[in-house]
């Protein structure tokens, strides 16, 4: 029975690795079939209509020798060295080809994966995040607090318009209202 992978249209950082029994020949042909593009194989074989092919990586785990699995993942991919650590050995004593897929492969889009024929899931990694530390600042300025604006806020300019125009409406009345008066 195949594992099924649910991803959310919100999923970052996370990358999961399939082991894919091809040999080189048959990779090469997977991935650069004449009548398909190379997402349409790998969306078969993990049973999904979209894929970015920009986001999956099919290699094999030869062309990683002095580095190994591990190494890649922690120095390339970015996963913590501590996540890695428990499974570093059979992750570098594995040998073929590997299918690599980060969480932008899916476009944002909600979806569920389960993998086929040729692929087998070997493991699920995140992305190390930054450390965020939340320390006072250091400089003296950036001690104190800040005030309270005193007094009234500045008027707009749009309600200084508003003033001008009621104030010349009021002239020109009183002026039109003299006019009638006087001409009586």
């Known amino acids: 029975m195949s594992e099924t992978f649910h991803i959310k249209a919100t999923e970052r950082g996370v990358i999961r690795i399939f082991m894919a029994n091809l040999t080189?020949?048959?990779?090469?042909?997977?991935?650069?079939?004449?009548?398909?593009?190379?997402?349409?194989?790998?969306?078969?074989?993990?049973?999904?209509?979209?894929?970015?092919?920009?986001?999956?990586?099919?290699?094999?785990?030869?062309?990683?020798?002095?580095?190994?699995?591990?190494?890649?993942?922690?120095?390339?991919?970015?996963?913590?060295?501590?996540?890695?650590?428990?499974?570093?050995?059979?992750?570098?004593?594995?040998?073929?080809?590997?299918?690599?897929?980060?969480?932008?492969?899916?476009?944002?889009?909600e979806t569920t994966i389960t993998p086929t024929a040729p692929l087998k899931w070997i493991g699920t990694y995140t992305e190390e995040s930054a450390n965020v530390k939340f320390e006072p600042l250091p400089s003296e300025g950036a001690k104190g607090t800040a005030e309270a604006p005193t007094g009234r806020p500045p008027k707009s300019d749009a309600r200084v318009g508003g003033m001008i125009a009621m104030y010349a409406l009021i002239a020109m009345f009183a002026f039109v209202g003299l006019l009638i008066w006087v001409a009586r």
Do not use: C, H, W
């Not at 062309?63 to 890695?84: I, K, M, R, S």
């Open 24 to 109: 080189t020949e048959q990779a090469e042909s997977f991935t650069e079939s004449p009548d398909e593009d190379t997402a349409a194989a790998i969306n078969r074989a993990l049973d999904v209509t979209y894929i970015d092919s920009d986001f999956v990586e099919l290699f094999a785990l030869g062309n990683l020798e002095g580095v190994g699995l591990a190494g890649y993942l922690t120095d390339g991919l970015g996963v913590a060295a501590e996540d890695v650590k428990p499974n570093a050995s059979r992750l570098n004593a594995m040998s073929g080809q590997v299918l690599i897929v980060l969480s932008q492969a899916f476009g944002g889009f």
